[in-house]
């Protein structure tokens, strides 16, 4: 039997279900496969109601073994009051070169980040907003001390006076004071030029007149809804991520918080916590070799937290005691994130296809330093690594060459023994072995290649370097679809052209299934990135070529 169109067929139904699944995630329904990793967005609980009203959402250091216990979650009774009854606040703007905060003095709260040099995917006249909290959408860093009635992100601070804007020297400070059960904490916030870290300061004083044994803690809150401008037709991870030394890299899912039933490393004296977002992602790193407790929580309905609890010890009266932590927040540009912390460029996962992928990250930054431009980059490492897989690629063209040649012969096979599938078989492998074909000469060669075009895919999908980048003439933006679509056409021109090269199946039902295959994915690749779908007509144009090459030096155009 025709193996190789089997193997087609199957990839063929394989796909279709793999995008019919994606999209029925994206529109909020189960998935066939596995449960998604965002839950449908609750307006009435993200807007201001929500915050509005009362919520066990500090943390509560509580020794268990379990990630998400209700242990993790402090009751109302334990909160320095009633928030519906707190005072307000007043917010306070930060403005660096490269992003803008607003930090909230109920709590010293990181409720808006713009990242200035970054557009937004949907209205690209706009900023990216990381940290938000509207209708709709919420995202916060929150930090304080739990041990006792101490400040923590429910807490009126007090803002010093000093700069609010970078508009000379290398970094702005902001300064946020709040006493409360006989201890005094003090954040400090530092903005550095041209940096998306956050430096934050907790200094903790006991001005109580006995001894106290606080703990610190930081958390990023989010709802778990999809960013907005996300893809219908491919699907990228949103949600928290947990790394340790010993448990490395956790991807976390937003209903198995909900549930209760999340599992990660839940002590460590190392690593951090984050959330993640296609192209972004934002993350607190305590500082090496401090002891600390990781908790994940539902907060309120569609809305959850991860966050670290770091002990401070026992702290006399008057004395006082310093906790330095990190939070970074934005772009997962690689070459930064390996300098912030530790494996937090893991963030920018590439799955089982890491040990692939990252070289060719790497050789993508190695290209683009020489090229400039990151359009003629995925030209450039597509010829490479189509010329590294030359002589893998040409024995499978010349396979299909001769399958082609023997088609004639094959159909005759099946209308002889149409209704004898043993003799069908047993004429087939005599047929292959006098025309010395291998039946799988065709499939190997490409099954090898797989990984690494997979992984190619995944790079080019990952990359934020792609967002708001130009290739040439209309593509402005490499991470966005192409606005003419004329790379899809392209594309399902040089399918179609491939359909025509390889040998025509000898059943009708699998031959017409090949003719519309380039339909179909063209109209897929018309939601793609412009960057990958340049990938793909370059590879197939590539591929055309030497098709027809090998094709045209074996004679094919003869009858067999």
């Known amino acids: 039997m025709d193996i190789r169109r089997t193997v087609l067929w199957v990839v063929f139904s394989l796909s279709l279900l793999v995008l019919w699944d994606n999209w029925m995630r994206y529109t909020g329904k189960p998935s066939m ?47 320095p009051g009633n928030v519906a009854n707190a005072p307000a606040g007043n917010t306070i703007t930060i403005t660096t070169d490269l992003v803008k905060a607003d930090i909230d003095t109920l709590g010293g709260q990181l409720k808006r980040l713009e990242l200035l040099k970054e557009r937004d995917a949907v209205d690209p006249t706009k900023n990216v907003v990381l940290f938000e909290a509207t209708n709709g959408r919420t995202y916060l860093g929150e930090s304080g001390l739990i041990g006792g009635p101490f400040p923590n992100h429910k807490t009126l601070f007090t803002a010093q ?53 606080p703990s610190l803690y930081v958390q990023l809150v989010r709802d778990g809804s999809k960013p907005e401008g996300e893809s219908r037709f491919y699907s990228t991870f949103t949600g928290p991520a947990v790394f340790t030394e010993a448990d490395h890299f956790q991807k976390l899912d937003f209903e198995k918080i909900e549930k209760g039933k999340e599992t990660h490393a839940t002590k460590a004296d190392n690593g951090w916590i984050a959330l993640i977002q296609h192209y972004f992602v934002s993350a607190f790193i305590p500082p090496e070799k401090a002891p600390r407790e990781i908790f994940t929580k539902k907060v309120d309905t569609n809305l959850y937290a991860v966050g670290s609890i770091l002990p401070l010890g026992t702290i006399a009266p008057g004395a006082v005691t310093n906790m330095d932590t990190k939070l970074y927040s934005g772009p997962q540009v690689s070459s930064v994130l390996e300098k912030v912390a530790p494996g937090l460029d893991l963030v920018k996962d590439y799955g089982w ?144 052209v491939q359909t025509k090269l390889n040998p025509t199946p000898p059943d009708p039902v699998q031959a017409k299934v090949m003719m519309f295959m380039p339909i179909v994915f063209s109209v897929m690749f018309f939601f793609f990135p412009a960057g990958l779908v340049l990938y793909w007509v370059v590879n197939n144009i590539l591929s055309i070529t030497q098709q027809w090459f090998i094709s045209r030096k074996m004679g094919i155009a003869k009858p067999a």
Not at 396 to 424: N, W
Request: aromatic share 10%; hydrophobic share 45%.
């Open 161 to 213: 006076a000093g700069p609010r804007t970078m508009d000379s020297g290398n970094q702005v400070q902001l300064v946020l004071e709040a006493e409360q059960g006989g201890v005094k904490l003090t954040k400090t916030f530092t903005f550095h030029r041209g940096d998306y870290t956050i430096d934050l300061n907790h200094t903790v004083s006991n001005v109580g007149a006995t001894p106290v044994s």
């Open 353 to 496: 296809l890491t040990i692939v992928a990252k070289p060719i990250f790497w050789l993508m930054t190695q290209i683009h330093k020489i090229i400039g431009n990151w359009g003629w980059t995925i030209i450039v490492l597509t010829i490479l690594i189509k010329l590294a897989f030359f002589p893998l690629s040409a024995a499978s063209y010349r396979s299909m060459a001769k399958m082609k040649l023997v088609t004639p012969k094959m159909t005759s096979i099946r209308e002889r023994f149409k209704g004898d599938p043993q003799k069908m078989n047993q004429a087939m492998m005599e047929l292959y072995k006098t025309e010395k074909i291998n039946p799988l000469g065709g499939c190997l060669p490409i099954v090898v290649q797989i990984p690494v075009f997979i992984a190619l895919y995944w790079v080019l999908l990952a990359s934020v370097e792609m967002r708001n980048a130009p290739w040439i003439g209309w593509i402005h933006d490499l991470a966005s679809p192409d606005p003419f679509y004329i790379l899809p056409v392209i594309m399902a021109a040089s399918m179609f």
């Open 33 to 79: 496969f596995f449960p998604t990793a965002t839950q449908p967005a609750n307006p009435a609980a993200s807007g201001p109601a929500a915050k509005n009203a009362p919520r066990s959402d500090v943390p509560q250091a509580s020794g268990a073994g379990t990630a998400s216990t209700p242990a993790a979650t402090a009751s109302p009774s334990q909160l």
